[in-house]
């Protein structure tokens, strides 16, 4: 019996090896792929090709010796199909967000420091030669002037296709850092990580993702250790909810009329999406002639561009990686809304290199939640 039970603890103990190297693959293929995205040089449909099928490889050789939740099985399959019926390559983005949970809520013994600390290096390493090269060499110069509320400003894209995918990328390095930060060394590295923050907004003057960074910096600091404690349960449904109310917001934004100096505070997007609207119209499947229309809210974009179904799906799945947790720490919640709200302002919330760090970090959550019930 002794050697029975110690035979099946060796197996499951290989078995969280590989997934846990395995999702260390998968974090260095994001992040090299997200850095390379953002550059604007290589086509979206080749990276997120190559994301898709490492994913999927992982998804079908754990499937082999782990037995899924039917729920996610049927989730995965009516994804599948929804890309499928929309000829849209980019839209398996969604299947891929639900083979990474199906794969985390069922193991949660695997290493997930050692998975955020694979994905924080790669993604810095990347960062920084790009940041090197467009210094050194102008590599992959798309400065901007533009005209923003009362004046010009210039804006740097320190080697990205824009400024504010710079940020982006830099939010995601942030995002597996606030999950590698230990109680030792919390406020320091907090501090460290604002000055970094603020020198790269002097340069690419991005106003949203550096505001999220600031005020996640600033939440984590005031909590403390208490940021990894769980909190109450109705909080953490509320946070959850999170999307369904940004998209409601949303829809009332593009079906009312606007405040004329809030436009002008946001560049005028109000009026880009009523007039998107308006010429259009919203509609069950996707419309390739607004895929490459300049959107910065992910709700609008994922509901005009890309259909009622898959906005639905992709609303569903972003609600689901909260509230499926029995407990949430506050650093989650923190991570969660300022991922969320990104997606407001930004077309942030099919990237991986944000979706990620996250879903590693709750995945965590789900192991500590479990081996604290066990102990009882």
Request: charge should be positive.
């Amino acid at each position: 019996m002794l050697i029975e039970k110690q035979l099946n603890q060796d197996l499951e103990n290989r078995e969280n090896e590989f997934i846990t190297k395995s999702f260390s693959i998968i974090a260095i293929v994001i992040s090299i792929s997200a850095m390379l995205q953002g550059l604007g040089i290589i086509g979206d449909n080749i990276l997120n090709g190559v994301q898709a099928l490492i994913v999927l490889i992982i998804y079908l050789r754990i499937s082999s010796f782990k037995k899924f939740n039917i729920l996610y099985l049927t989730a995965i399959f009516f994804s599948f199909v929804i890309a499928l019926i929309n000829l849209a390559p980019y839209m398996f983005s969604a299947s891929m967000m639900l083979m990474i949970m199906a794969i985390l809520d069922q193991n949660y013994d695997i290493d997930y420091r050692r998975i955020l600390l694979v994905y924080v290096k790669s993604c810095a390493i990347v960062f920084s030669v790009i940041v090197i090269a467009y210094y050194a060499f102008n590599f992959n110069n798309h400065d901007v002037t533009m005209w923003r509320i009362d004046k010009i400003i210039y804006r740097k894209s320190i080697g990205f296709d824009q400024p504010n995918v710079a940020m982006m990328e830099f939010l995601g390095i942030t995002f597996g850092i606030f999950g590698l930060i230990t109680d030792k060394k919390r406020k320091l590295s907090l501090i460290l990580l604002a000055i970094i923050t603020g020198i790269i907004y002097t340069q690419t003057v991005s106003r949203t993702s550096t505001i999220l960074i600031i005020l996640s910096i600033f939440l984590l600091f005031i909590l403390g250790k208490k940021a990894d404690n769980f909190m109450p349960k109705f909080l953490s449904k509320i946070v959850s909810l999170t999307p369904i109310f940004l998209m409601g917001i949303s829809l009332y934004i593009l079906l009312h009329p606007y405040s004329d100096t809030l436009n002008t505070i946001l560049s005028g997007r109000l009026a880009l999406y009523q007039e998107y609207y308006q010429t259009y119209g919203v509609h069950l499947l996707g419309r390739d002639n607004l895929e490459n229309a300049m959107f910065d809210s992910g709700y609008l974009q994922s509901l005009l561009s890309k259909g009622i179904l898959f906005a639905s799906q992709l609303m569903l799945i972003l609600t689901w990686m909260g509230w499926r947790l029995k407990s949430m720490s506050w650093k989650s919640a923190i991570l969660l809304l300022a991922y969320f709200s990104l997606g407001f302002t930004e077309t942030a919330l099919q990237h991986f290199e944000l979706f990620f760090p996250i879903v590693i970090i709750l995945g965590n959550d789900i192991g500590k939640y479990k081996n604290e019930k066990n102990l009882f």
